[in-house]
């Protein structure tokens, strides 16, 4: 819970340093297929020019696994943080609608008695995805595709975690 904590005044220090201009900003949640220390995110994303934007995220996940070393299931806890660059791409046939590519960084640390999936790990992704403005009301939805690669991780962790997939809802501000 401390380590929640932390990550969350981190991400609202991180978001006060944009806070003067109300344009271009949204703050939400972002829901993740990445169980381990990224299922449910706090997401903030803030555009730097008129394609690009940034997110940033600061997550957590829990999970109970069965560990192929011992035989026994272990439960791990995870909080995590990210960043990432997305160049967007109108979709001239729908109003709002856009297309985006970037990548990122993250850093996330996992809890668990199981030494093969405790400690600390750091990776790169590239992302890809929708993300719809609507016109009428403040609210932005994103959905995207988001393969990690794990440059540092404990020993558990496999190298590649293809396989993520997310969407978000944020508040515009």
Same mark, same amino acid.
């Given at each position: 819970?401390?380590?929640?904590?932390?990550?969350?005044?981190?991400?609202?220090?991180?978001?006060?340093?944009?806070?003067?201009?109300?344009?271009?900003?949204?703050?939400?949640?972002?829901?993740?297929?990445?169980?381990?220390?990224?299922?449910?995110?706090?997401?903030?994303?803030?555009?730097?020019?008129?394609?690009?934007?940034?997110?940033?995220?600061?997550?957590?996940?829990?999970?109970?696994?069965?560990?192929?070393?011992?035989?026994?299931?272990?439960?791990?806890?995870?909080?995590?943080?990210? %960043?990432?660059?997305?160049?967007?791409?109108?979709?001239?046939?729908?109003?709002?609608?856009?297309?985006?590519?970037?990548?990122?960084?993250?850093?996330?640390?996992?809890?668990?008695?199981?030494?093969?999936?405790? %400690?600390?790990?750091?990776?790169?992704?590239?992302?890809?995805?929708?993300?719809?403005?609507?016109?009428?009301?403040?609210?932005?939805?994103?959905?995207?595709?988001?393969?990690?690669?794990?440059?540092?991780?404990?020993?558990?962790?496999?190298?590649?975690?293809?396989?993520?997939?997310?969407?978000?809802?944020?508040?515009?501000?």
């Amino acid at each position: 819970m401390k380590q929640l904590f932390l990550c969350i005044a981190v991400f609202t220090v991180i978001t006060s340093l944009h806070a003067q201009d109300k344009s271009g900003k949204a703050i939400g949640l972002r829901i993740s297929s990445h169980v381990d220390y990224a299922t449910l995110a706090v997401s903030y994303k803030f555009y730097i020019s008129e394609p690009g934007a940034i997110e940033l995220d600061a997550g957590f996940g829990q999970r109970n696994r069965y560990s192929i070393y011992d035989g026994k299931y272990w439960n791990t806890t995870g909080v995590s943080l990210s %960043g990432a660059y997305q160049h967007h791409f109108k979709i001239s046939s729908v109003e709002g609608l856009k297309w985006f590519l970037g990548g990122g960084l993250l850093v996330f640390n996992s809890f668990s008695k199981q030494r093969y999936y405790d %400690g600390f790990g750091a990776g790169l992704f590239a992302t890809g995805g929708a993300d719809y403005q609507f016109s009428n009301i403040p609210l932005n939805l994103s959905a995207d595709f988001r393969p990690v690669l794990h440059i540092a991780a404990p020993s558990g962790f496999g190298t590649l975690h293809a396989h993520t997939f997310g969407i978000a809802a944020r508040y515009n501000f």
